[in-house]
């Protein structure tokens, strides 16, 4: 008897959780063949933003100080293995699992926010193809944001969900401290704490008159202290000086190259040697002073290194991808590698030009269009412009945006297709 119970038990449970159960199996097959195939275990790339966000890490738990480009959160997730003693190595092995658990969070997610509009299924399809985003199981494997970060903008989304579904106010309040707790993780957060913050506006006396506000308090005194700090060991109070660094040496570099008709090369030129000598306080000045000179009388080239930027963010594939040697020399590797790359190129490409359609439909539509879609196409829309600001990094500024341009997608559906 007790037997029957527990088969009719696991059945019941595969029968309302097939599709999640059928995901995670399918994220593990797939991590496993793509460890498998490009040799991850093997591989020693190293990006220069993984150095510093291992530093900061290091700081954080055996110095108890912050680092100036990498804020709290982010490096108090990066460097939790410190506090127990374990050597530098295992902030690596930890970014790993971190990372993939975000990554297949982040699948889950999507799968569990697309049902509420359309069959099951489509939702099903619809995290598939996140599963398959080749930028975005690549980065991963290395110590870096983006996972954490995607995996909290899907959450906030999600979170939003939920209290559309349910007119409760705890979801939204949770939401926004996550967002803010994510300025930590991600600067640009700020921006998304705005959008967010201006879409609810007429929900603020009821959140602040809430006894969970007291969660959006806390969030608040850890930006605070993030920003104290800074302002009490470099001289400004702000989250971060990645601001200004990455402006001057990609924007405002570019934009004076083509001015002076000299190429550009990250890292190798004069402004960049100039600008890492200048003490904090000095690095704000100079950035803020150089964007509006350029601005005032470099206009042309400004709008051309914009435009730049934003096309090479749209056009290029995973530098993760790029960075992968065929370290045990199989024969299948170079195959498998040019294929990887070229879809991780079209991915970019593609999904991101859907993006930019599906965002400027939703705004055209607006009335017509629900709320949580009409949120993804500001946050859309907000990100990609500001990421402009950067370049060089291959996919890394929209890959974090795939799961909303899918989800965008999906509410698109034909009604025959979505509910058929």
Known sequence: MIRFVEISSMKSFLSNYRYPVLLSFLALVWVAVVVFVFQVFDQRLLFGDSKSYYLAAVELYTKGT?????????????????????????????????????????????????????????????????????????IAFHLLSESIFTFCLVLAFYGIQKHLDSNSIMPLILTITLLLLSVMIKPLSLILVVIVGLFFWRKWTAILKSPYSLLLYLGCGVLFFQMYTMKTNFGNFTVSYIDSFTYYNYLG???????????????????????????????????????????????ENLVKAYAVNLVVNTTKGSAAVHGCKNKLNTGYFDFVDFV????????????????????????????????????GAIVFISIVAFSAISSDQGDRFHIVLYPIILLMLSHYFPKRVSHG
């Open 340 to 375: 990887f790359k070229a879809v991780s190129k079209l991915q970019n490409i593609i999904l991101t030009g859907m993006g930019l359609f599906l965002s400027l439909l939703t705004m055209l539509r607006w009335k017509g269009s629900g709320v949580l879609f009409r949120l």
């Open 253 to 299: 570099t570019r934009a004076d190259c083509l001015k002076n008709n000299t190429a550009f090369v990250q890292g190798e030129n004069v402004r960049y040697a100039y600008f890492g000598k200048l003490p904090h306080p000095k690095q704000k000045e100079v950035a803020s002073a150089d964007f509006k000179q350029q601005l005032t009388s470099n206009t």
């Open 66 to 138: 912050l680092n100036d480009h990498r804020p709290l959160v982010i490096s108090a997730i990066n460097g939790f293995p410190l506090l127990f003693g374990f050597s530098g190595a295992a902030v690596f092995i930890w970014s790993w699992v971190v990372n993939l658990m975000c990554w297949l969070g982040t699948v889950l997610l999507i799968f569990s926010i697309a049902k509420h509009y359309v069959k099951p299924r489509i939702a099903f399809y619809t995290a598939l193809a996140f599963l398959f985003c080749v930028g975005n199981l690549f």
